[in-house]
Every structure is written in C-alpha cells, then in structure tokens.
C-alpha cells in the first residue's frame, strides 16, 4: 500500500509504503534519467542499503548518483528500497515483520516494474552494495537466478558462517535459517547460468573485509564461478569512496 509520494528538487520520487512484510511505514526511493523518449523502457539497478530506514551513518548512495550524474550516464533507473530492520536480506523464520527477502521480491520489485518504464526481463534488473548489502545482493542473485541479471558488491563479509556479528542475529534467528543465504553455501551450489556467464562483481575494500574478498575469489574459481574481481582498491567504508560508479561502469560494459 502506498501511503504518499512525493518528488523533491533534485527528481528524488519517494514512495511511503506499509508492507506486511516489514514493520511500520518505509520509504521506496526512484530517479529516473530525464531524457527518456516516450515508450522507452530501461535498465533498474537497485542499491541495496546497509542501514534501516533512512539512516545515513554509511552515506546516501542517491547522493553518489546524483553526484556522478550515474542514472543520465547509464540510461537506468535507480531505485533505493528501505527496511524497518537492520537489512541482511533474509527472511526471519517466525518474525512477520523481518521478511526482508519476501518484501524485496514481492513487493518492490513488482511495484518498479508496474510503475516505472524498466525492462521487466531479468536480465535488465541488477543489484550493487557493500558491507550487509554487499552480501544481500550476492545471496539474492544466488537464490533467484532468473530474477536479476548481474550483482555488484563491495567491501563484504562474504565468508561469514555463522549468524551473529554485525546485527545479524535478530534478523536471520539462527543457524539453520542462515544457513539458506550462507554466500559459500550458494556458492558451492550455484546455477549452471553462473558457470556460463559473468554475474558477479567482487570489487574494492576498506580494510575490514579483504581477506574475505581473497577467499571468496578463490572458492569461486574453485567452483567454476565466472565473475570479475578486483583486489582493491583501499577505500572508505561508505558510499562515497568512488567505488559505486566504477561498479555500475563494470555491471554495463
């Protein structure tokens, strides 16, 4: 259900919606490029965020791509989902309110794809993020391959095994919960589309999580996981440390 929109003055459209999956009102932020023709449809990236709400402790990727002019350069809409609990894109196995996954894909999605011109094609909806989001957009391309063309991700625990550090306790309840959207896990069982073609882009690192990259790299040679990879460069940990335009320049060569 959405409550109100409302467009500020830099095309920043924001949605207020109360979903069942998610706990209160949540805001659904879009820019679309300003020079579409009539009838045109075309790519959505969606930028996942590593905060709840609307909090920016880690920077506002619609900042860095209003900064970098990314959604007129690329030819793409941009679309910033919020969640009511510290995302980690999993769906809580007794919580209604922490259906993260489930409010993404049944939700968001089909709401972008009805309201706004983007190719409905799988191919054409990718995902970019770092630290939790950076591990969301990988587990959710893992688990719904014919959902989503190619992720993005950045300085993330990609080699966590265990539910607990970074807040993510509450929201995965468990290990055997966690275990469905372990990264190494979906790595190990990967769709065929992932040995054919290149989906994954593991790029840049702050400090905290390189070594999990290096891993991470490694099994998915091991697996016969096609994927770009890049062992830095060494950037702040937010949004605004350039790494987000070189992602989306990766994601649309």
Known sequence: EVEAT????RGVITHMIRSPYQS???PIRVLVPADLR?????PVLYLLPVEKGLEDHYGDAFREVLKHDLHNRHQLVCVAPSFSHLPWYADHPDEMGIQQESYLLKDVIPFIDRSYPVRKQSRHRH???FSKSGW???TLILRHPRSFGMAAAWDAPMMMDQPGDYGSGPIFGGQENFKKYQVT????????SFHRQSRLILTGYFGNFRQHHIALHELMQEQGVLHQYRDGPK???DWHSEWLAEAIQLLFE
Request: proline share 3%.
């Open 6 to 9: 409302t467009m500020d003055e």
């Open 24 to 26: 209160g009102t949540i």
């Open 38 to 42: 009539p009838g045109e449809r075309v």
């Open 127 to 129: 995902l970019a993020g």
């Open 136 to 138: 969301g957009a990988f």
């Open 185 to 192: 896990r979906l790595i190990e069982q990967a769709d065929r």
């Open 235 to 237: 950037r702040t940990h």
